[in-house]
């Protein structure tokens, strides 16, 4: 994993963006399971799954949700950054082998508070699977 750098509320700027791309992989998906304690068997059982509308397992939507949470703590805003609140729509799912984009971008700035809106995006080929809204709490730079 690459460095993370240290960006202090005072740094930010609206439109300001990162993106950061992971292949889904079955290992992934058995690993969030275990972590999360989700096991319903449309993301682990390919027999289950076949019968399904998705005809073949499916990552955990937290899963692309949780790529969102790592941008922020690794790119935008970085470290320290505090997570105050997350809105989610899965529009399409994610499978096995799929490369999931994920960008967020910067909506609103307060000042005041410290905060930062984002606006949060995970693709795969170009189309939305999950889009929401996040605000932070970014420290501000130290006196």
Do not use: W
Not at 38 to 48: E, G, I
């Amino acid at each position: 994993m690459s460095q993370s750098t240290l960006t202090y509320f005072e740094d930010l700027s609206l439109d300001q963006e990162a993106t950061l791309s992971t292949t889904v992989s079955e290992a992934d998906i058995v690993k969030f399971a275990e972590v999360s304690g989700d096991t319903n068997p449309v993301h682990l059982d390919a027999d289950y799954a076949a019968g399904t509308m998705f005809k073949e397992r499916i990552a955990h939507g937290m899963l692309s949700a949780a790529y969102i949470s790592a941008v922020f703590g690794t790119k935008l805003p970085g470290p320290g950054a505090i997570y105050i609140s997350q809105s989610l729509k899965f529009t399409a799912p994610v499978k096995i082998g799929d490369t999931v984009e994920t960008t967020v971008k910067i909506v609103n700035l307060n000042a005041e508070k410290k905060r930062a809106k984002f606006e949060t995006v995970c693709s795969v080929g170009g189309e939305p699977v999950l889009k929401g809204e996040a605000e932070l709490m970014v420290p501000k730079r130290p006196s």
